[in-house]
């Protein structure tokens, strides 16, 4: 399966501190792309999608750069809640979506 | 959030045991999944069914059998396991995959965690 690269981290961030992902990705046929939050022993959520114009939801925004093949989430204001794991997906039309192995963030009081 | 259910939410079962896993998906989907995730480990796409029809099959061991009576069950059918099959096993569900079309996000259950003795 063609792969979606992202660093595993841990990030450490105190709280109230803005971070970054980036995730990379191989396949030029993507189309889709998603950010998913899992939380320890629980399921992936969808957080956003990416749309190439860039979006916003609040404090999270999602930017797509199909030139580098490379997908950012950025969270400002982080708060306790968002430690988690965030999952960096790639789609290609027809098939199942290719998820990243995950970056982890724990933010701290 | 009932969209995607699973049931055992916990199976512990020994090596020669036969046991199954329910997916049920509320969400007029037309695709499933199968996924594993073994701890601190990330996700391993195990099979796909588009429309009741089997898609792929990541080189999965025979002892894990899926079935997919209709689009809004998925089923996965233990035999034979190994200890190091125990894992996490999440289904998940999307409107369908369709060649030329934009993939749609998944929706996951809460998965079944699956300890084999």
């Known amino acids: 399966r063609k792969e979606v690269e992202q660093d595993p981290g841990p990030f450490n961030v105190p709280e109230g501190a803005t971070v970054a992902f980036n995730c990379t990705y191989s396949n030029s046929a993507s189309q889709s792309f998603f950010w998913y939050r899992q939380d320890c022993r629980k399921e992936p959520k969808l957080l956003m999608s990416?749309?190439?114009s860039g979006n916003e939801d609040g404090r999270f925004t999602a930017q797509l750069n199909r030139a580098s093949q490379y997908i950012s989430l950025l969270i400002r204001d982080s708060k306790l809640s968002d430690s988690a794991t965030y999952l960096c997906?790639?789609?290609?039309?027809?098939?199942?979506?290719?998820f990243g192995k995950g970056t982890s963030l724990l933010v701290t009081p | 959030e009932t969209g995607v259910t699973q049931t055992p939410r916990h199976l512990v079962m020994g090596m020669t045991n036969k046991k199954s896993l329910k997916c049920e998906q509320h969400l007029g989907h037309n695709a499933m999944y199968w996924y594993k995730q073994s701890a601190k480990k990330p996700l391993e796409l195990m099979f796909v069914y588009n429309f009741k029809e089997q898609t792929e099959n990541n080189s999965v061991p025979s002892r894990f059998s899926p079935e997919c009576p209709n689009s809004s069950h998925l089923f996965l059918h233990l035999h034979t396991l190994q200890p190091e099959d125990s894992a996490l096993y999440l289904c998940a569900s999307s409107p369908g995959l369709t060649s030329g079309m934009s993939s749609y996000e998944q929706y996951f259950g809460p998965g079944t965690r699956l300890t084999v003795t």
């Open positions: 997906v790639g789609g290609e039309a027809g098939y199942a979506l290719n």
């Open positions: 990416v749309y190439s």
